[in-house]
């Protein structure tokens, strides 16, 4: 008898920070929590500017409107941070 996996639901349930991490719960019940630093604009962005998100790309990306920042389900679960910008 075969064992059969159970299908991920890596759809975006919420999004919310702690002091030093954003932290996004999806809705197959997995959280997911990276370092704020990772994402400049995140950082430095005000408390009020964090809190408008809104679920883009079917569910599986986050969209900071006043900030114009996008992140997606998949770089979050692969640990990727934002690419370094030259300066």
């Known amino acids: 008898m075969g064992i ?3 299908s991920a639901d890596e759809r975006i349930d ?3 920070f702690d002091d ?3 932290v996004v719960d999806l809705k ?3 959280t997911i929590a990276v370092p704020l630093a990772w994402y400049p604009r995140l950082f ?3 408390e009020t500017q964090r809190n408008n998100w809104q679920i883009s790309g079917a569910g599986y990306g ?3 409107p006043e ?3 996008d992140l997606s389900i998949e770089g979050l679960l692969r640990g990727a ?3 370094k910008s030259a300066s």
């Open 28 to 30: 197959d019940g997995r």
């Open 62 to 64: 986050i969209y900071w």
């Open 4 to 6: 059969l996996a159970l």
């Open 44 to 46: 430095t962005a005000k």
């Open 67 to 69: 900030i114009d920042e």
């Open 14 to 16: 919420n999004v919310r």
């Open 81 to 83: 941070p934002a690419p």
């Open 20 to 22: 030093d991490r954003l």
